[in-house]
């Protein structure tokens, strides 16, 4: 009942910055969402990188310092602002929405979430 459609992506220089988008539309009106993404490479499993659950952001140790996630509620669309980037941040990222959650959800994991972006494709050159 609820898509999410990311962009934003795109090819950047090591030590660049992007900043990517995730536009959430449906049913939406009678939750309060948290937003995430996570980034994924050929032959890899999906890895978290980020997510904003009301005022809690939660970052993987590889990102932390250089991303920061953040949402307008409003126009139900959430940010990840991402700086300083490295060859190792390439992959396909995703984002997630899922209804506001409790310290018991497993945000850490993609198979909690059901609903899912199809994903823009990040790319750091050397």
């Known amino acids: 009942q609820v898509q999410l459609v990311e962009s934003g992506g795109g090819l950047v220089q090591v030590g660049g910055s992007l900043r990517l988008s995730c536009a959430a539309s449906g049913r939406t009106g009678s939750y309060y969402y948290a937003v995430g993404w996570f980034r994924q490479t050929p032959g890899k499993e999906r890895e978290f990188v980020a997510i904003l659950n009301w005022n809690d952001r939660y970052y993987a140790d590889s990102v932390k310092g250089r991303f920061t996630i953040s949402g307008d509620n409003v126009k139900n669309t959430g940010y990840l602002q991402m700086n300083d980037l490295k060859p190792e941040d390439t992959a396909i990222y995703y984002c997630?929405?899922?209804?506001?959650?409790?310290?018991?959800?497993?945000?850490?994991?993609?198979?909690?979430?059901?609903?899912w972006g199809q994903g823009t494709q990040v790319t750091v050159s050397s």
């Open positions: 997630v929405a899922t209804p506001i959650f409790t310290s018991a959800f497993d945000y850490l994991r993609a198979s909690s979430y059901d609903v």
